[in-house]
């Protein structure tokens, strides 16, 4: 057999660094060839063009000129359809044999839509998970433009299945963003708390929240009651941008004002193993990333999941939920640094796998025959 292409499509410093692990493993597969189409916020200085991260990695990168203009939602729409066109006209000098797509963005629907109508076999990432809002309808419709699913959970295959796709389509490989973190040597205490100028003897926070697509207007309130509630308890903080998504520029604008504090430090994005890392040393974790959902529990790191993003999720016992509410978010991070509490977290599992996601996706793609009976599905019932 000859070497096989896969196109992975990644727009965002998340999906890439939760992905890396297992684009190096694709790499390393002697049948397997990998290639990226590099796209949204990769490409724009604001978010820190962090597209200078993948060129790192010495990957072959397609540039997809489609970024996030506004701060709307009409902007999120016109990208999707951008990506749509771009990537199309491009799968005529890539000719992948594969795509590859993760979670439920709008570049990975643009990927899914362009597979499906070119009849390139789409293999998807953490379909059948449980979110809310755009994410959650948008990462069903992935589920049914794509071939291959690698589901992270046996509750999310059931969830695939349930949706009318062949049993024999469906694999559960856990979650790739657990890779680097059972896989890789991460930075010392001594080297990341060095780096970042943090004190072990005192709580440290980090902070990634994001807007919730319900509630684009409220976004940079929100935005501001989590970072009222840190300014009140005045522990050391680490606050990373959120994403280029509708309402993400009010939080930004937010962000910058409480910058100023001296026990606050806001970066536009970190280098996966600096995140990891300084994961591994934090107190707490506060906003609505899927990583306080998915790697968090790896770390025994206490969580406040704010709001309805992550609503439906899997969660681990190291998660505790707030809302919108400055004095919510004070009393759960109080609760997160209670000592009763880390002794209750210190034993949870997981429930997203043991990080060995990436070898398993390889072997899966090298040995799919790309045939009528892959391209052509119905419903199964």
Same mark, same amino acid.
């Given at each position: 057999?000859?070497?096989?292409?896969?196109?992975?499509?990644?727009?965002?410093? +998340?999906?890439?660094? =939760?992905?890396?692990?297992?684009?190096?493993?694709?790499? #390393?597969?002697?049948?397997? &060839?990998?290639?990226? *189409?590099?796209?949204?916020?990769?490409?724009?200085? !604001?978010?820190? #063009?962090?597209?200078?991260?993948?060129?790192?990695?010495?990957?072959?990168?397609?540039?997809?000129? +489609?970024?996030? !203009? $506004?701060?709307?939602?009409?902007?999120?729409?016109?990208?999707?359809?951008?990506?749509?066109?771009?990537?199309?006209?491009?799968?005529?000098?890539? &000719?992948?044999?594969?795509?590859?797509?993760?979670?439920? #963005?709008? !570049?990975?629907?643009?990927? +899914?839509?362009?597979?499906?109508? =070119?009849?390139? %076999?789409?293999?998807?990432?953490?379909?059948?998970?449980?979110?809310?809002?755009?994410?959650?309808?948008?990462?069903?419709?992935?589920?049914?433009?794509?071939?291959?699913?690698?589901? *992270?959970? $046996?509750? @999310?295959?059931?969830?695939?299945? &349930?949706?009318?796709?062949?049993?024999?389509?469906?694999?559960?490989?856990?979650? %790739?963003?657990?890779?680097?973190?059972?896989?890789?040597?991460?930075?010392?205490?001594?080297?990341?708390?060095?780096?970042?100028?943090?004190?072990?003897?005192?709580?440290?926070?980090?902070?990634?929240?994001? %807007?919730?697509?319900?509630?684009?207007?409220?976004?940079?309130?929100?935005?501001?009651?989590?970072?009222?509630?840190? #300014?009140?308890?005045?522990?050391?903080? /680490?606050?990373?941008?959120?994403?280029?998504?509708?309402?993400?520029?009010?939080?930004?604008?937010?962000?910058?004002?409480?910058?100023?504090?001296?026990?606050?430090?806001?970066? &536009?994005?970190?280098? $996966?193993?600096?995140?990891?890392?300084?994961?591994?040393?934090?107190?707490?974790?506060?906003?609505?990333?899927?990583?306080?959902? /998915?790697?968090?529990?790896?770390?025994?790191?206490?969580?406040?999941?704010?709001?309805?993003?992550?609503?439906?999720?899997?969660? @681990?016992?190291?998660?505790?939920? *707030?809302?919108?509410?400055?004095?919510?978010?004070?009393? +759960?991070? =109080?609760? @997160?640094?209670?000592?009763?509490?880390?002794?209750?977290?210190?034993?949870?599992?997981? %429930?997203?796998?043991?990080?060995?996601?990436?070898?398993?996706? @390889?072997?899966? =793609?090298? $040995?799919?025959?790309?045939?009528?009976?892959?391209?052509?599905?119905?419903?199964?019932?």
């Amino acid at each position: 057999m000859k070497t096989r292409k896969i196109l992975y499509i990644s727009g965002t410093r +998340a999906d890439y660094g =939760l992905m890396r692990k297992t684009l190096l493993s694709i790499r #390393r597969h002697p049948k397997l &060839k990998i290639e990226i *189409a590099v796209t949204g916020m990769h490409l724009m200085p !604001e978010f820190g #063009r962090t597209i200078n991260e993948i060129k790192k990695d010495g990957f072959k990168i397609h540039k997809i000129e +489609a970024i996030y !203009e $506004r701060d709307s939602k009409e902007s999120m729409a016109n990208f999707v359809g951008k990506a749509i066109k771009l990537l199309a006209k491009e799968m005529k000098k890539i &000719k992948p044999d594969m795509i590859l797509i993760l979670g439920d #963005r709008g !570049e990975m629907l643009a990927g +899914a839509v362009v597979g499906a109508y =070119l009849s390139i %076999p789409v293999a998807h990432i953490h379909g059948g998970d449980v979110t809310s809002t755009v994410d959650e309808f948008s990462r069903h419709a992935i589920t049914k433009l794509s071939h291959i699913h690698f589901a *992270a959970t $046996r509750d @999310a295959a059931e969830r695939i299945k &349930k949706m009318g796709e062949n049993s024999w389509r469906i694999f559960v490989v856990g979650a %790739p963003g657990l890779d680097g973190i059972l896989n890789e040597k991460l930075f010392s205490k001594k080297e990341i708390t060095g780096k970042y100028n943090l004190n072990l003897k005192e709580p440290i926070l980090l902070v990634v929240q994001h %807007p919730c697509g319900s509630e684009i207007k409220k976004a940079g309130k929100q935005m501001q009651e989590t970072m009222e509630a840190i #300014r009140e308890l005045g522990f050391q903080t /680490i606050v990373i941008y959120p994403n280029a998504d509708a309402g993400g520029r009010e939080m930004i604008k937010i962000i910058r004002k409480y910058g100023k504090l001296p026990f606050v430090r806001v970066f &536009k994005s970190l280098p $996966r193993k600096d995140y990891l890392s300084l994961m591994k040393v934090a107190s707490v974790m506060v906003g609505n990333s899927s990583s306080g959902i /998915i790697e968090s529990s790896s770390f025994c790191l206490p969580t406040i999941n704010i709001g309805e993003r992550e609503k439906g999720r899997e969660k @681990a016992g190291n998660v505790i939920e *707030a809302d919108h509410k400055k004095a919510e978010i004070k009393k +759960a991070i =109080l609760r @997160a640094l209670d000592k009763k509490f880390l002794a209750k977290v210190k034993k949870i599992k997981n %429930p997203y796998g043991r990080g060995l996601a990436g070898p398993h996706i @390889a072997q899966i =793609l090298a $040995r799919l025959n790309i045939n009528k009976k892959l391209l052509e599905k119905q419903i199964t019932y």
